[in-house]
C-alpha cells in the first residue's frame, strides 16, 4: 500500500541469499542522506522514534552515527532496556569500538542510524549467517568521527523461538568467535583505545567461548 501511494518507498524482491547479500542489495539502492534497518518483525517503541532523532541529525549535520535505546521482549513477556546510556558525542573511532567491546554499542544495527556517506564502500560480508551486523559495523565505526548517543525513542527486539538468531550450531558460534576476534585486532590497531578497554574485549572474548555452546 506504502509503495503505491508514495514514490520514496521500492519493494525489492530477491531469492533467499542470507542476511548478508539481502542488506547489500538495500545499500546499494540508497538515495537519501541516512540509513537504518528494520527487522520485519520488530516495531518502534514509540511512533515518535525516527523523528526525535533525526531532528537530533538535522541539527548537527556533523554527526555520521546516531544510537537510540532499545528493549528486549521476550516470549514470556518479560522484557529487558538496554542502552539508555545517553546522551552524549563520542568523537573518535577507538572511543565507539571501545564502547562495542563494552557493550555499550551493540552489534545490532536496528537501533542505529547512518549518514549514508560513511557507509560509501561498506559491505556485509555474505558468507556468514550470524553476528554479519557487528561485522559491518566494526568497519563503519572505524571510518566515524563524530556520534551522537541518543537517549530518544526506543526500539523493541523480539526474541522469537526458532529464530535465525536464536538457533544455535557450531558453525554461528565460530562465526561469532571470529568477529570478536576481528574487534580485538582492529582496537589493538588504534592508539586511542586504552589499555583498560583491550583488556575488558579480551576477557569479554573468552567468557563467550567458554561459555558458548562449542563442543
Known sequence: ACAKNDPRVRIVT???SG?????NVGLGMV???YVTFVDADDEYATLTTLEENM???MSDPEIEFLQFPFVHQFTDCTSKGCNFIGPFYVNSPGKLLAMMGQAQIEGYL?????KADILRGVSFPENIILTEDMWFLIDVLQRCQKAYISDKGCYVYYHREGSLVNAKSREKEMQ???TYAKLNRVMASLEDVSLQSRV??????????????VY
Open 31 to 33: 538515495r537519501g542522506k
Open 110 to 114: 536496528w537501533n542505529k542510524i547512518f
Open 14 to 16: 530477491i531469492s533467499n
Open 176 to 178: 561469532v568467535m571470529e
Open 19 to 23: 542476511p548478508g547479500h539481502a542488506r
Open 200 to 213: 575488558i574485549m579480551f576477557f569479554r572474548s573468552i567468557s563467550h567461548i567458554i561459555f558458548s555452546n
Open 55 to 57: 531532528q537530533i541529525l
